[in-house]
Nanobody, 122 residues
Framework: QVQLVESGGGLVQAGGSLRLSCAAS????????LAWFRQAAGKTREFVAA????????NYAGSVKGRFTISRDNAKNTVYLQMNNLKPEDTAVFFC???????????????WGQGTQVTVSS
């Protein structure tokens, strides 16, 4: 089993920045991919970004490419999401997710954190 705990959410003005963290514990050696998803109120959850735990190869949703950066620190078992130039439409609960196989796409995630709220005011 793998446990994921997000932190770093909060309230920020449009144009501002936040950095989310996702601390992984448990059988982290079995992980292949860690990712961030988000879910705005009344909407379905959507893929944001993913990173290979071993190669650091990344994949981004088009809506965040150029503004968000996903990275990982294997020594700390932590994945980060640096979010710059935030927009009101980025307001959502952000979730960290992990899987043991299946590449950098948006499906097949087995482990989920509890989420952290990001609110961007206009």
């Amino acid at each position: 089993q793998v446990q994921l705990v997000e932190s770093g959410g909060g309230l920020v003005q449009a144009g501002g920045s936040l950095r989310l963290s996702c601390a992984a514990s448990g059988r982290t050696f079995s992980m292949s991919t860690l990712a961030w998803f988000r879910q705005a109120a009344g909407k379905t959850r959507e893929f944001v970004a993913a990173i290979s735990w071993t190669t650091a190869t990344v994949n981004y949703a088009g809506s965040v490419k150029g503004r968000f950066t996903i990275s990982r620190d294997n020594a700390k078992n932590t994945v980060y999401l640096q979010m710059n130039n935030l927009k009101p439409e980025d307001t959502a609960v952000f979730f960290c997710a992990g899987k043991r196989r299946g590449g950098l796409g948006p499906i097949g995630y087995e482990y989920w954190g509890q989420g952290t709220q990001v609110t961007v005011s206009s």
